[in-house]
């Protein structure tokens, strides 16, 4: 059942690729308006390289929780998988992992090239990349919980930020400080340690959670 | 027969009159107490050594901040009472309680910048306490938005108990992520708050506006509570006729 819903998904992803390719373009875009906006010095994009990208990522992952059930909600799929014996924690950590899948792993495959754009050094860009991986599943994981809370309703898109961003604060926070420290040269590991006990935590919790509030929208 | 029937009052209907007549109960010591123990802060208590007159916002700001605090727990507590066992009540509570935490939780903010301002020189600084309480309010007001937006009121009500939830299981770790972020960046040297003791009056003014705030804070949400029962109930009664 589990390999299923993902393989399902996935092939869902595969057909309507442009959701898939905009999220990483909005990705690129976003990050690419910095330099823009800040000015062209390297000294000091090599300062906000981190954050920048930590909160293009942050915003990225939001857009692309609209698809994890909305149209699965619209023809009645979820409705369907609601009824289906298999336990909803494995139905919403497979509907999440693809989504992790096609968003999440290619916008930390993508974040080096944007790393070289703000000048960091090689092993800041792995650093990035790493984090990226690390945090991008809890991203996910958080965020469909606001994805299901939010399912159906008007203006669904923009409440979801105000739900789901006040919660991505830790990530942000260990994400970019992580690539910070290889930065400047202290160590990595207590950063990346914390963003993995976070993905624990919230692999844990936060499917038992979506589902809860998968059940009280499609009631 | 002294013995109360505590179950009759979980029913909004048998609520609403009880209500109306614990109101003044909480609203006029709430009264007394704000005025008693702003004369105390104002005039009782000595001018702080090093900040002068001007720590006397205290009195006003370290109480909304801790309410701001207590509430959402409270507010959570109330939600999760609501979805757990059914309790409309309860999930009523957890939404009066929502609006009054905010707002304490906005007059920190706005009491601590404009006490920063004179003692830091400053009106915002990123310290870690000031950076959790503003992502509080966000989950204070993502909380209130989702119920706003939800329009049947028993889906609200649920979906708020698990954002509510949820927002409890992360304000320690939003708290202790500013916290080390803030170390990390080196942030303000200012300190909030380096005086090791407060003198008598001081603490006596802070712990009355405290209670104070609490009989506020009681006495706002019950009435707040009796406008949703009867927004809510009347669309019950309209509901039943319709049927009928």
Known sequence: ???????????????????????????????????????????????????????????????????????????????????????????????????????????????????????????????????????????????????????????GGLLISILVLPLYVPVLIFGAAAVDASMVGSGVQGSLSLLGALLALSLVFAPWATAAALRISLE | MARINWYKYASPTNFYPFAEKMIPWFAFPAAVLFIVGLYVGFFVAPSDFQQGDAYRIIFIHVPAAWMGMLLYVLMAIYAAIGWAFNARLSSMMASAISITGAMFTFLSLVTGSLWGKPTWGTWWVWDARLTSTLI?????????????????????????????????????????????????????????????????????????????????????????????????????????????
């Open chain 1, 1 to 155: 059942m589990f390999r299923w819903i993902v393989l399902r998904d996935l092939t869902l992803a595969w057909k309507g690729r442009v959701d898939v390719l905009s999220t990483l373009f909005f990705f690129l875009i976003a990050v690419s308006l910095f330099p823009l906006g800040i000015g062209p010095e390297t000294n000091l994009l090599r300062l906000v390289a981190p954050g920048v990208v930590w909160v293009a990522a942050l915003l990225a992952s939001m857009l692309a929780l609209g698809r994890l059930f909305a149209n699965d909600y619209q023809d009645g799929t979820l409705e369907q998988l609601l009824l289906t014996p298999q336990p909803l924690y494995l139905v919403v950590l497979g509907k999440v992992l693809a989504l992790w899948l096609v968003s999440g792993v290619p916008l930390a495959l993508l974040s080096p090239v944007l790393g070289i754009q703000f000048g960091l050094s090689g092993k800041a860009l792995l650093v990035m990349a790493v984090s990226l991986l690390l945090g991008t599943p809890v991203l996910a994981l958080v965020g469909s919980i606001g994805a299901a809370l939010t399912l159906g309703l008007r203006g």
């Open chain 2, 136 to 244: 509080l309010l966000f989950l204070y007001i993502g909380f209130i938005s989702l119920q706003a937006s939800i329009d049947d009121p028993r889906r609200a009500d649920r979906a708020g108990a698990v954002l509510a939830i949820v927002g409890v299981i992360n304000v320690p770790i939003i708290y202790f992520s500013v916290q080390w972020w803030n170390t990390l960046h080196q942030g303000a040297t200012i300190r909030l708050l380096g005086k090791p003791t407060m003198a008598p009056p001081m603490l006596a003014a802070m712990l009355i506006m405290l209670a104070a705030c609490w009989l506020y804070s009681i006495a706002v949400v019950l009435v707040r509570l009796r406008y949703i029962i009867i927004e809510r109930e009347q669309n019950a009664a309209r509901a039943a006729e319709v049927s009928v």
